[in-house]
């Protein structure tokens, strides 16, 4: 079986070459050698060139003959959630959707992330005491880390 520590050595080898903000998501290895990488990028998205220049230093790197393996480079994508501190941290200012663990969904726009934390600010039109019209409440709701289940970026054509 192909070393996951090995594959990613030569990932980050090139990610550091290239120095183009790419940080990895995700690396899996199964039982047959199928190698998965997703990437991300600090700013901007990941481009198909990132992807091949990634793949073929792993590709060159790893011996066939002594282990068949199946390789996969590809983008994080906006349908996953986020799943490394790196992808909320790129995901300041973007709406998202934050399902809990105790199944309550909040959505918003995340306006702060540490590693412990995030910070969703909504906002809602309601009735404030002693008004007639309606006003803008604006409030700012910390979710720890543990208690987040998924974390998915909000997909805006407007």
């Not at 060139?49 to 790197?61: A, F, L, Q, T």
């Not at 068949?68 to 790196?86: N, T």
């Not at 309550?104 to 992330?113: H, I, N, Q, S």
């Amino acid at each position: 079986m192909i070393s996951k520590k090995l594959v990613k050595q030569l990932i980050n080898e090139r990610i550091e070459e290239l120095d183009r903000g790419l940080f990895v998501v995700d690396l899996k290895i199964s039982s047959d050698n199928k190698i998965k990488v997703e990437l991300d990028k600090y700013e901007g998205y990941v481009s198909v060139d990132d992807c091949i220049r990634v793949s073929r230093n792993v590709e060159h790197n790893l011996d066939r003959e002594e282990d068949d393996f199946e390789l996969s480079v590809s983008s994080a994508g906006l349908d996953k959630g986020l799943r490394v501190f790196a992808q909320y941290k790129k995901n300041i200012g973007r709406d998202v959707i934050v399902k809990r663990k105790e199944g309550k969904k909040l959505e918003g726009t995340m306006v702060d992330a540490t590693t412990e934390q995030i910070t969703v600010q909504t906002s809602s039109k309601e009735a404030v005491e002693g008004k007639k019209k309606k006003e803008l409440v604006v409030v700012d709701h910390v979710i720890l880390m543990s208690n987040i289940l998924e974390t998915k970026i909000v997909i805006s054509f407007k």
